[in-house]
């Protein structure tokens, strides 16, 4: 009997321990300018975030898709840009006063349908003013929604704003495609990754690119054999998310060889 137990205490010391899962949250943006390339994003397998932007000519008939097939939704909310950029309907800028800002981002919430919170579209000059996002947390309060910064400018205060307002909030941690080849999305697919594996989640951005969805077509199937979570980004908010760094960005790729014999498939195929 005490040999037997001695060998089941040595093979569960020799048993490799498997890492715990690593936590991703994709937002896809944008969404509302283009029908197809739209459905062809929320068709996309797994638990992905759409954001929505507001009063386009088909962000109503996509959010409403995306919900009903148990998809989380979020307006994607134009701001203002340092280069002063055309924003489109429902854009939240330095010349509205306080009524008009907030009536302009009520209204494109109460637009979007089975709206769970918002990120910026845009926005490096409004998210860096303190004024003008404590009105938009004020909003959210009233509403029950959550913020999520996405980040185009290091002089953001959103996120600091939103938690200081009792707003559920996080900071995207990385763009997949702000180059728009494969190789590119995939590198920053693996520092997602790389992010998640150190800091316990990761938030990356996509677009409803052609590259990128069919990028994302092929990976997601992929996930649960590389040990890989996909959350909405509300579970990821109800959690809790460990802090990280600004320059969390450059933590190394995880490795991921399954996937990156699958992406020279891809490139193959595709060339």
């Not at 052609?210 to 990821?236: A, C, G, M, W």
Request: proline share 6%.
């Amino acid at each position: 009997m005490k040999f037997l137990l001695s060998l089941l205490a040595l093979s569960l010391l020799c048993a490799p321990l498997l890492a715990a899962p690593v936590r991703l949250a994709i937002i896809i943006d944008d969404l509302g300018n283009s029908l197809t390339s739209g459905l062809d994003a929320i068709a996309l397998p797994g638990n992905i975030s759409f954001a929505v932007m507001p009063h386009r000519k088909h962000s109503h008939t996509l959010a409403t898709r995306a919900g009903r097939l148990g998809k989380e939704v979020l307006l994607h909310a134009p701001m203002s840009t340092i280069r002063r950029r055309a924003l489109g309907p429902g854009a939240l800028h330095e010349g509205l006063n306080e009524q008009q800002f907030k009536d302009t981002l009520a209204y494109a919430i109460d637009s979007i349908p089975y709206v769970r919170g918002i990120n910026n579209h845009m926005g490096s000059q409004l998210t860096s003013h303190p004024t003008y996002m404590g009105w938009v947390m004020q909003v959210l309060q009233t509403k029950g929604l959550f913020f999520i910064d996405s980040r185009t400018h290091p002089r953001s205060i959103a996120h600091q704003t939103a938690l200081q307002a009792g707003v559920h909030s996080a900071r995207r941690d990385i763009f997949l495609d702000n180059e728009t080849n494969i190789d590119h999305i995939h590198q920053q697919f693996k520092r997602a990754l790389g992010i998640a594996q150190r800091y316990g989640s990761a938030i990356a951005i996509g677009h409803p690119y052609p590259s990128t969805l069919l990028y994302l077509k092929e990976v997601l199937p992929q996930l649960d054999r590389n040990r890989v979570e996909l959350h909405f980004i509300s579970d990821l908010l109800i959690g809790g998310m460990q802090p990280r760094p600004l320059d969390a960005q450059h933590v190394p790729d995880l490795p991921q060889p399954s996937l990156d014999q699958l992406v020279h498939k891809l490139r193959a195929a595709n060339h």
